[in-house]
Each structure stands twice: as C-alpha cells, then as structure tokens.
C-alpha cells in the first residue's frame, strides 16, 4: 500500500515548520491505519474463535496483528523508498504508534462494551457490527488526533519526508 498523501494541502510557517495540516490529509493518514488494522483485528478474531479461545487471547492477538499489519504496509512503503531497515523501523514506529493504539483502543472500547459482542461467533451479525461499527467510530475519534500531530511534524508526518 503506498502513501499517496497530499503534500499541498499542508502549509509551513515563514520558519519552515509545520503550520498545520489539513483534514483531508488526517483522513489519508487515518485510513492507511484504518485499513492495517482492520486486516489484523478481523484476522485475529477470526483465528481466535475459530481455535476456540477465550476472549482475551482472542483480543490479545487481534490487537497484535492490527499493530504489526499497520505498521508493515508504512515499512514497505519506506523500504520502497529506499530508507534502510533499521531506519525504516524507526520511522513506522514514530509515524503510526499513536494512531493505531488510539483506533485499537476505541474499537476494542466498543467491542466489548456491546452486549453480547464478545460471545457472538464470526456467523453472527452482531460480531461483524460491534467490530465494523467499533472501526467506524475509532476512525472518527482517530482522525482529528492525527490531524493535530501531523500539524505538529509528529505521526504520520514523520514518514512524509521519506515519500
């Protein structure tokens, strides 16, 4: 997956600083994480229930892989670029860390705080909600935090001078 951010829509200040950024660029930022996480937290949960686990090994897992599939698509994106593994690390690191524990902690937040949502099984219609619906608010709530650390050259920003 590549970071195709719109550079244009963020402004610098007279002293090269970050002035802001724009909410259409929060938006792309916020769904590049949206998308690893969702990969991960729908694979963990769907490896957990199907091996019978209990709930929080089945939370513990999803969680993992929603960390380690947001971070590796901005790590190919670096290496693509050409940054040096050790490097690359770091920057996914700098760059995704905060946005993906917010939208995790939002999303499992909801999940179970649903009732019933934490037993249902990968067939019910009420597993697919709590976690589709947990991700669309975890988006909402997610989006204007990244938009405040990329206007401050944090988050995603970091990976922006790589791209």
């Known amino acids: 997956m590549d970071h195709a951010h719109d550079h244009t829509a963020d402004r610098t200040t007279a002293h090269g600083g970050p002035a802001g950024a724009s909410w259409a ?3 792309k930022a916020t769904l590049h994480c949206l998308t690893g996480c969702v990969i991960g937290e729908i694979l963990g949960m769907a490896i957990g229930t199907a091996l019978l686990w209990g709930n929080v090994p089945t939370m513990v897992l999803a969680i993992t892989l929603a960390f380690l599939f947001g971070y590796s698509f ?6 693509r670029a050409e940054l040096d593994l050790r490097s690359a690390i770091k920057v996914a690191l700098a760059a995704d860390t905060v946005s993906i524990a917010v939208m995790e902690f939002v999303d499992n937040l909801i999940i179970a705080l649903t ?3 934490m037993d249902a099984e990968l067939s019910d219609g009420l597993f697919w909600g709590a976690l589709l619906g947990g991700f669309a608010v ?3 709530v997610t989006v204007p935090v990244n938009k405040w650390m990329i206007g401050r050259g944090r988050g995603h920003a970091v990976a922006h001078a790589h791209h």
């Not at 901005?74 to 290496?79: E, G, P, S, V």
């Open 138 to 140: 975890a988006f909402l």
């Open 74 to 79: 901005t790590l190919f994106a670096l290496r």
């Open 115 to 117: 009732p019933g949502a």
């Open 25 to 27: 660029t929060a938006v």
